[in-house]
């Protein structure tokens, strides 16, 4: 089992409704959880971050975490064109020891705001 | 704000060529990292570099080594390129303090498409 799953294919949206991404993870130790998103030929740029179990939101951008279940998701409210972009969730993983930090990336989900 | 600055930005090989890559940030981090990002295959970490003076291997370390030349500057070095090292690499650097080691997210740099041909 991948460490990180973003088993959705491309997402079309029209504009202004709600893209919702989800991933799940497999070490139940994790404890820190963040989408970037990733514009073609860019790299990825961190949109939020959480790591309590419940919601968190910035702006337009939500974040959900149940960790009991293990996923993690991410809604864009009143999607624009600008929010058309690939969308990579990061999760922790709880093997590190004192003073790492490494992630492991799912593979993204190419979401398209159609005008 | 510079951030993590990766040079060059594109780089063209030959197979059996060597070339390092370089990266180095101003954030005072403590944390790097290189990755390569091939199409359907994600982000996959090849070394990685806790700290000054440390290093390990990440996921795909395989045919690259790497420097931790000071707090700031973490090189990628191909000894003998082969054409499945073409990709995108990036460069990434986070904080790591305390006791909330595993909470800091990570900040890219613009990457390296790199062609082996």
């Known amino acids: 089992q991948k460490e990180v799953e973003q088993n959705s294919g491309p997402l079309s949206v029209p504009e202004g409704a709600i893209a919702s991404l989800n991933c799940t993870y497999s070490d139940r130790g994790s404890q820190s959880f963040f989408w970037y998103r990733q514009y073609s030929g860019k790299s990825p740029e961190l949109i939020m971050f959480?790591?309590?179990?419940g919601d968190k939101e910035d702006g337009r951008f939500t974040a959900q975490l149940n960790k009991a279940s293990q996923y993690v998701s991410l809604l864009i409210r009143d999607s624009q064109p600008s929010d058309s972009a690939t969308y990579l969730c990061a999760v922790n993983t709880a093997s590190s020891y004192y003073g790492n930090n490494r992630l492991a990336f799912g593979k993204g989900n190419q979401v398209v705001v159609i005008p | 704000n510079a951030g993590v600055t990766q040079t060059p930005k594109f780089q063209v090989l030959k197979t059996g060529q060597s070339m390092t890559l370089q990266c180095a940030q101003d954030?005072?981090?403590?944390?790097m990292y290189w990755y390569r990002q091939d199409p359907g295959m994600g982000l996959r970490l090849i070394y990685y570099s806790a700290s000054e003076g440390t290093t390990d291997k990440g996921e795909v370390p395989n045919g690259y080594n790497v420097s931790r030349l000071n707090k700031r500057e973490f090189s990628l070095r191909l000894e003998s390129a082969a054409p499945s090292q073409t990709s995108v690499y990036f460069c990434?650097?986070?904080?790591?303090?305390?006791?909330?080691?595993?909470?800091?997210?990570?900040?890219f740099g613009d990457g390296t498409r790199l062609s082996i041909l």
């Open positions: 954030m005072n981090h403590n944390s």
């Open positions: 959480i790591y309590s179990n």
């Open positions: 990434a650097s986070s904080v790591t303090v305390g006791s909330q080691a595993d909470s800091q997210p990570q900040h």
